[in-house]
Every structure is written in C-alpha cells, then in structure tokens.
C-alpha cells in the first residue's frame, strides 16, 4: 500500500478496502466511535492527550493490517505539527507548598504500622506520666503545709502533771 498524505486517510481507506463499518471496528477493538470517526477526520482535539491517539491509532493500525511502525512514524510528524500536542506534557505538576508535601508525606505511611507506633508511643508517655507523679507523691512531706498545732485538753488540769509509767521489773 503506498504512503498516503496522512493517517486519517490511511485508517479511512484501509477500513474501507475491508469493508468494514465504524461500529464494526469500534465493537472489535474496543473503541468508542466518536474516537474513531475524529482519528478518520484527523481530529485530534477531541483526545486530551497525545498518548491516547497513539494508542488508537496503534490499535486501529494493527487491526488493520497495517504497517504500524510506519503509520506511527506518520502520526508523530502529524502530531509534532500541531500546537497542541507539539510537546509532551510534564511528569509533575509545578512545586506546591508546604501542606502538599506534608500530605504527600502522610499519604506514604503505612497506617496499620503507624497505629501500633503511636499507641506504643502513648503507653510510654502515660507510664512516664504514672511514674513521675507517683515519685513526687513519695518525695513530698504529708505534713507539709500544716500549720502548727497545740495541744488542749478538754480537762482541766490546773497544774497537774500526767503519771509517769510503772517502772519496769
């Protein structure tokens, strides 16, 4: 089959030469048929991304019987033409802030790991806690901040003195 001036006019053709419909394709390959009828019309801005048209029109090559490194070699100069999808897009989003890395920060923890640390962590605290309060408790006087006291009888006494114990024999 000789090179023709473009994809759409290849896949188009070739479809045609089998005599096969659009749903007919679109039922074998899996494609939807607005995707297909926008790759015969070399519409591609309807794809978001160029490696969605490469995947179709690998797919819909090799159905075919197409040569496909060939129709793939004319896609990319196809796609280098347009302004759309001229370059490829970037791996990564710019740069975020500080929340963005913390959450992608915590988005890599695993959180069954991460449940037994921390609650390993809190028995640790409370046993430092526990063990801390119960030394200062054992440190402190009981009779600290008593006031003196003085000792009254509710006898009167006047003047008379407690008996001395019996001596010992």
Same mark, same amino acid.
């Given at each position: 089959?000789?090179?023709?001036?473009?994809?759409?006019?290849?896949?188009?053709?070739?479809?045609?030469?089998?005599?096969?419909?659009?749903?007919?394709?679109?039922?074998?390959?899996?494609?939807?048929?607005?995707?297909?009828?926008?790759?015969?019309?070399?519409?591609?801005?309807?794809?978001?991304?160029?490696?969605?048209?490469?995947?179709? %029109?690998?797919?819909?090559? #090799?159905? +075919?019987?197409?040569?496909?490194? @060939?129709?793939? !070699?004319?896609?990319? =100069?196809?796609? $280098?033409?347009?302004?759309?999808?001229?370059?490829?897009?970037?791996?990564?989003?710019?740069?975020?802030?500080?929340?963005?890395?913390?959450?992608?920060?915590?988005?890599?923890?695993?959180?069954?790991?991460?449940?037994? %640390?921390?609650?390993?962590? #809190?028995? +640790?605290?409370?046993?430092?806690? @526990?063990?801390? !309060?119960?030394?200062? =408790?054992?440190? $402190?006087?009981?009779?600290?901040?008593?006031?003196?006291?003085?000792?009254?009888?509710?006898?009167?006494?006047?003047?008379?003195?407690?008996?001395?114990?019996?001596?010992?024999?």
């Amino acid at each position: 089959m000789p090179v023709m001036s473009t994809v759409a006019e290849q896949l188009r053709q070739a479809r045609a030469a089998r005599n096969l419909t659009v749903q007919q394709v679109a039922d074998t390959i899996k494609m939807r048929t607005d995707h297909l009828v926008a790759l015969e019309e070399g519409d591609y801005s309807v794809f978001s991304a160029p490696v969605y048209i490469r995947g179709f %029109v690998r797919t819909y090559s #090799a159905m +075919l019987k197409l040569d496909v490194p @060939a129709m793939m !070699a004319v896609l990319d =100069a196809e796609l $280098a033409a347009t302004k759309k999808f001229s370059e490829p897009p970037p791996f990564t989003d710019p740069s975020h802030g500080v929340l963005d890395f913390i959450m992608l920060q915590l988005s890599k923890v695993d959180w069954r790991k991460g449940v037994v %640390v921390l609650a390993a962590v #809190a028995v +640790l605290v409370a046993a430092f806690s @526990a063990l801390s !309060a119960w030394r200062r =408790a054992k440190a $402190a006087d009981p009779l600290d901040g008593l006031k003196p006291g003085v000792y009254q009888s509710t006898q009167s006494l006047s003047g008379e003195t407690l008996p001395l114990p019996a001596p010992r024999r």
